[in-house]
């Protein structure tokens, strides 16, 4: 069993920036691949970026490529989502996410635990 809780979301200009992170519990966390999802109002939960288990490979989103950056340290249990270039389309409700698996997976449909989600607010 994995205990998710995501911190650092915020309201934040565009073209600002801010860093998500993602605190696990449980002394398996190096073994799970993370990502990071959200789901802004009247949508469905959307990919992020994903990180597998060693954080060795990284995923994106298109949307995302080139202003995010997905990061884990194992000794600390957490994972970072490192969002530059913020858009007011960012704005949505971020949630960190745990798959049972070493690589890395995109799908919400593949994870395994989620976290309660922080809000990201992007205004114009």
């Known amino acids: 069993q994995v205990q998710l809780v995501e911190s650092g979301g915020g309201l934040v200009q565009a073209g600002g920036s801010l860093r998500l992170s993602c605190a696990a519990s449980?002394?398996?966390?190096?073994?799970?691949?993370m990502g990071w999802f959200r789901q802004a109002p009247g949508k469905e939960r959307e990919f992020v970026a994903a990180v597998s288990w060693s954080g060795g490979s990284t995923y994106y989103a298109d949307s995302v490529k080139g202003r995010f950056t997905i990061s884990r340290d194992n000794a600390k249990n957490t994972v970072y989502l490192q969002m530059n270039s913020l858009k007011p389309e960012d704005t949505a409700v971020y949630y960190c996410?745990?798959?049972?698996?070493?690589?890395?997976?995109?799908?919400?449909?593949?994870?395994?635990?989620w976290g309660k989600g922080t809000l990201v607010t992007v205004s114009s």
């Open positions: 449980g002394r398996t966390f190096s073994s799970y691949a």
């Open positions: 996410a745990a798959a049972t698996k070493r690589y890395a997976v995109t799908a919400p449909s593949g994870m395994d635990y």
